[in-house]
């Protein structure tokens, strides 16, 4: 998409400045920011909440907690997602 997109944002009429494609290329990296910012702050509460559970029940982050059967995907106290 981006080879599609490019042709028509970087037209030869606004060279050699190309504000119109340096600015949606600006605003594309600021909207990425933004996300990125966003999904580590909800993933560092996860982790928070987690640790939190863990330390309640008296629990390290490598603890056996029941079988493997027993896992409970990003839910399970056994998994902190890397930030």
Do not use: C
């Amino acid at each position: 998409m981006g080879a599609i997109i490019g042709t028509q944002l970087y037209r030869t009429e606004t060279s050699p400045r190309y504000f119109l494609g340096h600015g949606f290329a600006l605003g594309y990296l600021v909207a990425n920011m933004v996300v990125v910012s966003i999904q580590w702050v909800v993933l560092k509460r996860a982790n928070d909440r987690k640790a939190a559970e863990r330390e309640r029940l008296g629990l390290g982050l490598l603890t056996e907690i029941g079988d493997a059967e027993d896992f409970q995907g990003d839910e399970d106290l056994r998994w902190e997602f890397q930030l």
